[in-house]
């Protein structure tokens, strides 16, 4: 299977920026959808942006402008960029990605799996 390893989470000031990565403990052979999502204590876990294949990116109105999805496939990474955040930010966020890998056998195997999560805390 494929396991997804999240890090930059970590505390900022209101108005400050943090980007963070999530990287599959494995060679991806295709990534068909990949998201960040992120779960307030109390609340349900909500979407934050997703990129799918053609490069078709959407993200939660709270955040258009300010965060930006991306992913570098050589090195099997999503990033979330976040900028000029605000303390309704703070949360956990989770890294989700679904595609196919190259099981031992050389054959195609399809994967849907999310990362641990990481805190993000943004103080006014």
């Known amino acids: 299977q494929v396991q997804l390893v999240e890090s930059g989470g970590g505390f900022v000031q209101s108005g400050g920026s943090l980007r963070l990565s999530c990287t599959a403990s494995?060679?991806?052979?295709?990534?068909?959808?990949v998201g960040w999502y992120r779960q307030a204590p109390g609340k349900q876990r909500e979407l934050v942006a997703t990129?799918?294949?053609?490069?078709?990116?959407n993200y939660a109105q709270s955040v258009k402008g300010r965060f930006t999805i991306s992913t570098d496939n050589a090195k099997d990474t999503v990033y979330l960029q976040m900028n000029s955040l605000q303390p309704e930010d703070t949360s956990v966020y989770y890294c989700?990605?679904?595609?196919?890998?190259?099981?031992?056998?050389?054959?195609?195997?399809?994967?849907?799996?999310w990362g641990q999560g990481t805190q993000v805390t943004v103080s006014s």
């Open positions: 494995r060679s991806i052979f295709v990534i068909t959808a």
């Open positions: 990129l799918t294949t053609g490069g078709i990116t």
């Open positions: 989700n990605a679904q595609g196919k890998y190259l099981d031992e056998h050389s054959r195609l195997q399809e994967f849907g799996s």
